[in-house]
């Protein structure tokens, strides 16, 4: 068959470079597939590759290697940043956790997954963000981390490295000085290290969860926040305005609010949409704009996360309607062109 000028072959394809050669993979995503190939058999025999019509068909989607099969320890949803799952432990086992099914398994990343994840992060020049997640990064020990570090520090795309964490309040002796040296950038101060602390309630930031917050603030790391919204616990005006206004005090800058995840077993924690709409209104006004998070939801079915806080702005004839932070109502014509 000699469809787009294909010729066709007569041996099986087994390598990244013969489905390149083939134009059945793109030349350019090489380094990455080849990263696949190296933890994963490669072949396609010249029956299938005739019954291919064009790159990215049914059949072809079957056998050629795809950069998305890396890696166990990776998630790589949105082009500019992914996520890299370091361990599956953390130094607590929340109950409405979202990722309840994985966390708490078998520890660290195994080496051979970590080595794998960090080549096709090299080889990915669009990957400018690496997130450092788990379970959690900070129970990792300082020299497990400060390799990870190392490795990503030497990556010339990789401009930031983010950790989300809940160790600085839920275990906050484990904040030491070797640790804070572990995730500090080198020299020339990139990349840069954003520390994301998930914290839900303002009684968490006992007296030694705040010198935790102290000693990484001190060293120079930028400090944000995430929260689940979580009924009886924090689904009030007062609990969240403490909150925030306490991370604020704190140096940490609220980042999320996330609504509740639909992990098994996590209803009874659950508001409505609706209701944290209502509390993200109260708080507007009320509380500085710098202790104000976004309010999101992670779209189900692995769809990302988008703002959903109360809408402000309603199409109104040829203009629009604003509501104020006192819920009064506003005409705002665009000036015409
Ligand atoms: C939340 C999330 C991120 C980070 O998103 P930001 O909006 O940049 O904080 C990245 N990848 C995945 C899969 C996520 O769920
Ligand atoms: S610390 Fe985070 S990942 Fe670990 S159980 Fe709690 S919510 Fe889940």
Known sequence: MMEDGFLEPQRALTAVSDF??????????????DAVAA????????????????????VAAQFVPDAREMHPGLTHRYPDRVILHTTHSCEVYCRFCFRREVVG?????????LEAALDYIAATPAIWEVILTGGDP?????RRLRAIMDRLSAIPH???????????????????????????????????????????????????ARA???????????????????????DSVAALEDLF??????????????????????????????EGQALMAALRGRLSGICLPTYVLDIPGGHGKVPIGAGYLE?????????????????YDDPAR
């Open 158 to 208: 990789v401009d930031v490295v983010r950790l989300h964490t809940r160790v600085p309040v839920v275990a906050p002796e484990k904040v030491t000085e070797a640790l804070v040296a572990a995730i500090t950038a080198k020299s020339g101060g990139r990349p840069v290290i954003y520390v994301v602390v998930h914290t839900n309630h303002a009684q968490e930031l006992t007296d030694a």
């Open 39 to 58: 933890e994963f058999k490669l072949r396609m025999t010249p029956a299938m590759r005739g019954a291919v019509r064009r790159a990215g068909d049914p």
């Open 138 to 142: 900070m129970t990792l020990s300082p």
């Open 245 to 274: 206004r306490s991370l604020i005090r704190n140096r940490v800058t609220p980042y999320y609010l996330h609504h509740c995840d639909l992990a098994k077993g996590t209803a009874h924690f659950r508001t409505t949409i609706a």
């Open 315 to 331: 199409p109104e004839g040829a203009g629009w309607q604003v509501t104020d932070w006192q819920g009064r109502t506003h005409r």
């Open 105 to 113: 398994e078998d520890g660290p990343l195994p080496a051979a997954d």
């Open 212 to 234: 935790a917050l102290a000693r990484l603030a001190g060293a120079g790391i930028p400090l944000l926040s995430q929260s689940v919204l979580l009924r009886g616990i924090n």
């Open 20 to 33: 390149v050669a083939e134009g059945l993979a793109d030349g350019a995503e090489s380094a990455a597939l």
